[in-house]
Structure formats: structure tokens, C-alpha cells
């Protein structure tokens, strides 16, 4: 059953509630989502990390039958996420059939529970570090593209230190006001957040949130294939001891502006790094900043997944000028341009890539109830959100 506050019921607001992907049926509990020890990331009730690799799917509650809820999660657990952001209180603002009623016409229901972490869905541009109430447990950012790094890296940076997630910025496909986002901007989105200290990012279609006719349509979308490459890629890293590199000790010189700017980050111990590199060309790397004799030196490509040797890899660690390999995915996806990931592991950890035993994120299940009658999912955390239109 989902609970949240009854504070947070306001006629000015639409009620939201962040949900966790589901593998499993009710049999098996929910988790406890809590901060982790750093304060930067999430773990579950047993100390595990779990990073939040979600989809705004706004209208599902009132939208879709069971059918079509079961078919949307199975699609989206394959694609590796773990999380929804829903409204679980719709108002008629023309994208809900018979809101705030179900699909099959019953009303919503609330109670309080106070175990969950709360958050809010703030306006454009904002984040919860600019007022930070005192109820605020989980940050969240609402931003634009070009804003979006340094919003982050901001949160990031506030004590006393909070949790952020990276809740809404521009959405894949076209919507009538909003700017388009070519395949590379959408999941540039999510590589940016994350190496920004973000402890969740969420993506989202617009053929598919209000869940029209079109929406299964969309399941496959080039954005969508691009962050289940994304979310592969974390699952194998042991990501919640990444720091976002603020000083640029990692890379030196200038990372650019806006969408198009280098986004980097360290583990804290110097075993690892991570670098996405939006629009190809050359910068520099200290590999000083990595511990041991050597790096590895690994290209991702975030359209495909593959991955290719950096050349003369493994490196001495010293200051090296780096050019990604290609124009991924050119060919059959102008749109998919030219970024890359570079993966740098020192040579006491290489390897942990191919490892997936880091991550247990993507096999937390939840439940969530339509007025009593139980699907796979479980709300975990709510927000009270203030919506003026959607990305």
C-alpha cells in the first residue's frame, strides 16, 4: 500500500510518489531505502547500496489496467530499472482519462508513514538546497540540460549532506513547447548526473508518461536502449565510491560548458574513474590521481555498450592527453553523435567492469496496490510534487 504525509496533500500540488521496479510479487518485502554512510548515496535496510535508475511514468496509476502495468515493468526490469516516479493523486489536466480515479474507477487512498524517505518535485531550475526544509530527507534537482551538472555538483557540495536525485530535466520525443533532445542529450543527461554525485537519475518519454495509444511503441526508443547501456554499465561498477572530480584534479584544463562539458569522477580510494566525454575531442588526464603502477585505460560506448582498448593501455601514471575513437553509432543513429566513457581502473582493481557481484540494485522488488488490488510494486518514498507542465 503506498502511505505518505498528509501534510503534503495541498490543492496547489500534485501528489507523487517515487517507486522502485519490482522482479517479484508480493511474497517478497520491500526496502527501506535510508542515506548511506557518506550521506551521497542510498542503501537498502542491510547497508547495500542502491543507486536509483528510474523513469517518470506519471499517469500509470490511472492510466493502465494490471495488463499493461505488468507489461511495462517487465520491459523496463529487463532494461535494468529499478525505479518509477508516478502521481498518485491525478488531477484532470488532460493527461489522465478519468483522474484522480484508476483505470478501473476507484478512488485513491492515504495514510501516514513516516519510515521513507520524502523529497519534493521542485520548480524549474531549482533544487532542495535552495531552502532545504527541515522534512526534506532525499534532495532533488529539477533542471535543464545546460544547468544540470553544475546544479548537481552545487547539491553536492551543501552541508549537511543529503542524498540527490536527479528527478526531471528534458524528456526524449517531441511535446509541443518543449525542446527536442537528440538520443546523445538524453542519455548525456543521465551520465552527467550521475558522475556528478547524483544518487539517482530519472528518464522519461513523452509517448510514454501519459500513457496513450502510442506508449508500447516507445518501450524500444534509441534513448531508452542508451540508458539500459548506461544502467548495465553501473551495475558492474562499484559506483557509490565515486566522487565528482570539483577540483578538476582528475581532469585538468577546461571540461567545456553546458551539455556539451566533461563530467568526471574518482573513487575515493583511487582505484577507479569515470569520464564521459559528451562530444569527442582531446583533454588531459592526471593518472597520478589513481593508486598502483598502472591504469587501464577502457573506451565505452554509450550507444552500443561495446568497449575498445585505449591505445597503449595499460599507462604510466602521469598527466596523458586523451581522443576518444570514433563517431559511435554514426551510421545507424545520426542523432547518437560522438560521446564516450572512458573507464580508468589502476592495476591492484582491473576488472571491475565485467563484475557484477558490486551491485545488487537491480533485485530489490516492491509491490504497489490499485485501491487494494495488488500489482508487482511497492511505493518506497514520496514527494509532493508542484507541476507547471511537463518536459
Known sequence: ???????????????????????????????????????????????????????????????????????????????????????????????????PKNAYGETPFQSADTR????????????GTDGKPAWLTLNSSYTGIDELAGRILADYAV??????ALLESYYEGSLPGQPQLTTREVRGEAWKAYLSGACGNFYAHHSIWPFGSNWQAALGSPGALSIAKLNGFFAGLAWWNLIPDLGNTLVTGDKGSGRNSLSAARADVGSFAVIYVPTGGTFTVDLSRLTGKAVKATWFDPYSGATHAASASPLAKSARVFNPVGENGKNADPAAANDWVLLLESDVTAGILPDRR??????????????????????????????????
Open 1 to 99: 500500500m503506498l502511505r505518505f504525509p498528509r501534510a503534503f496533500t495541498f490543492s496547489a500540488f500534485r501528489l507523487s510518489a517515487l517507486l522502485l521496479g519490482c522482479p517479484s510479487l508480493a511474497q517478497i518485502p520491500a526496502p527501506l531505502l535510508k542515506a548511506g554512510p557518506a550521506g551521497h548515496y542510498l542503501t537498502d535496510e542491510n547497508g547495500t547500496p542502491f543507486q536509483l535508475r528510474g523513469e517518470a511514468a506519471w499517469s500509470l496509476p490511472v492510466q493502465l489496467a494490471r495488463e499493461g502495468v505488468t507489461a511495462y515493468l517487465d520491459d523496463r526490469q529487463a532494461k535494468g530499472f529499478n525505479a518509477m516516479l508516478v502521481e498518485v493523486i491525478n488531477v484532470n489536466d488532460g493527461y489522465a482519462t478519468n483522474a
Open 159 to 164: 552541508a549537511p549532506i543529503l542524498p540527490s
Open 116 to 127: 521513507h524517505l520524502i523529497t519534493t518535485h521542485w520548480a524549474r531550475n531549482s533544487t
Open 358 to 391: 558490486h551491485d545488487r540494485t537491480g533485485r530489490k522488488g516492491i509491490e504497489f496496490a490499485f485501491a487494494g488490488k495488488r500489482s508487482n510494486l511497492r511505493g518506497q518514498f514520496v514527494t509532493s510534487s508542484r507541476k507547471d507542465g511537463k518536459n
